[in-house]
């Protein structure tokens, strides 16, 4: 059974870091791009960043670089989504995402998120 674990999560002043960490069992890990999505209030799903399986490239969005990095530990079958300097726009539930590829076919996976609020 798939599973993709999301932990970390909590309210942090504005300026403070958090990791989240996402555990993944079920599927080979170390096949699988990484990514973090995050959810505002009443906003729409976004990408925030992703990780390749060979952990060679890397991408974020415009709205963290320089914040925020996605390290994975392929041995740990965990992926990481460090967050520094945070800001309260930066409030959303975030959720972890794997994707592969097998014999042609992509299959995707999703956690079950972890809300970050950002607040003073």
């Known amino acids: 059974q798939v599973q993709l674990v999301e932990s970390g999560g909590g309210l942090v002043q504005p300026g403070g870091s958090l990791r989240l960490s996402c555990a993944a069992s079920?599927?080979?890990?170390?096949?699988?791009?990484m990514n973090w999505y995050r959810q505002p209030p009443g906003k729409e799903r976004e990408l925030v960043a992703s990780i390749a399986s060979d952990l060679r490239i890397t991408n974020y969005a415009n709205s963290v670089k320089g914040r925020f990095t996605i390290p994975r530990d392929n041995a740990k079958n965990t992926a990481y989504l460090q967050m520094n300097s945070l800001k309260p726009e930066d409030t959303a539930a975030y959720y972890c995402?794997?994707?592969?590829?097998?014999?042609?076919?992509?299959?995707?996976?999703w956690g079950r998120g972890t809300q970050v609020t950002v607040s003073s």
């Open positions: 995402n794997a994707r592969r590829f097998v014999g042609g076919l992509q299959f995707i996976y």
């Open positions: 079920g599927f080979t890990f170390s096949s699988a791009a």
